[in-house]
């Protein structure tokens, strides 16, 4: 058995389409009208069908409700942070902030209330930490990891 992806279902599937390509870049693999794979191990499902397929009424299809979220991980914090302040569409779960270990995050939702998180890239991290002037120990400590991984995340 392998694992493939995640399915979410949503209320609009072409306006789903177009928010995953412009907000964070992802492609269309297959388009099936009902059903829409995506780059990144994503697969879209309208909501109509998907009620369907679990036999459920779509009143027992809950939105909005916080239990989960997709997560994706960016390079470029400062970059994506902007063209995200761009879109004013964008419903903030909370705006940018940094983990006591040091990697900056953003949570929103998408137009289904499902929950999106970018974190910076770990690697990034360990590197604008370097860039700031700490010393590899320096930053194992800021960050509370092992000395080796701050090493691996600069080769």
């Known amino acids: 058995m392998k694992y493939t992806c995640?399915?979410?279902?949503?209320?609009?599937?072409?306006?789903?389409?177009?928010?995953y390509h412009d907000v964070l870049g992802l492609e269309v693999i297959?388009?099936?009208?009902?059903?829409?794979?995506l780059t990144g191990g994503i697969a879209l499902q309208t909501a109509d069908t998907w009620k369907n397929f679990i036999h459920k009424q779509e009143k027992e299809i809950v939105?909005?409700?916080?239990?989960?979220?997709?997560?994706?991980?960016?390079?470029?914090?400062?970059?994506?942070?902007?063209?995200l302040?761009?879109?004013?569409?964008?419903?903030?779960?909370?705006?940018?902030?940094e983990h006591p270990w040091g990697q900056r995050v953003v949570r929103f939702y998408d137009l289904?209330?499902?929950?999106?998180?970018?974190g910076e890239n770990m690697n990034m991290v360990v590197k604008r930490f370097i860039n700031t002037g700490l010393s590899?120990?320096?930053?194992?400590?800021?960050m509370d990891v092992p000395i080796e991984y701050v090493k691996s995340c600069l080769v």
């Open 6 to 19: 995640t399915l979410i279902a949503v209320k609009n599937m072409e306006k789903a389409k177009q928010f």
């Open 63 to 83: 939105f909005g409700n916080n239990a989960c979220e997709l997560y994706f991980e960016e390079d470029d914090m400062d970059s994506f942070v902007k063209k």
């Open 30 to 37: 297959s388009d099936f009208g009902a059903n829409v794979t």
């Open 136 to 142: 590899i120990e320096e930053t194992a400590a800021r």
């Open 85 to 97: 302040s761009s879109i004013k569409s964008i419903l903030y779960v909370h705006p940018l902030f």
């Open 112 to 118: 289904d209330k499902h929950i999106i998180e970018v």
